[in-house]
């Protein structure tokens, strides 16, 4: 059974730093594109990053291009979104997702999902 669990979630000001973390189990994880999406209530959910298994390219959305790093430590099984000078608009709930297909995680599809982590950026 594939496993994601997302965490690091909190409240923070705004201008502030979080990292999130998102462990995988149950698949190889060496084979996984990982991607982080968010979703405000009321509202469609975003893609905000992705990092691709084969050569650890990243992708990132506009609205946090610049501000937002993410890493992969396949020791642990794990990616880690470094977001930085973070704003209001930056509060969602979010989640970790994979797939072996980089094209679904990118299309927003992708197979297997994570429960979500809230952030919350407010003074």
């Known amino acids: 059974e594939v496993q994601l669990q997302a965490s690091g979630g909190g409240l923070v000001q705004p201008g502030g730093s979080l990292t999130l973390s998102c462990a995988a189990s149950?698949?190889?994880?060496?084979?996984?594109?990982i991607g982080w999406f968010r979703q405000i209530p009321g509202k469609a959910r975003e893609g905000v990053s992705c990092m691709y298994s084969f050569d650890g390219g990243t992708y990132y959305a506009d609205s946090v291009k610049g501000r937002f790093t993410i890493s992969r430590d396949n020791a642990k099984n794990a990616v880690f979104p470094q977001m930085n000078s973070l704003k209001p608009e930056d509060t969602a709930v979010y989640y970790c997702?994979?797939?072996?297909?980089?094209?679904?995680?990118?299309?927003?599809?992708?197979?297997?999902w994570g429960q979500g982590t809230l952030v919350t950026i407010s003074s």
């Open positions: 149950g698949l190889t994880f060496d084979d996984l594109h």
């Open positions: 997702a994979a797939d072996n297909n980089f094209r679904t995680v990118l299309g927003g599809t992708p197979a297997y």
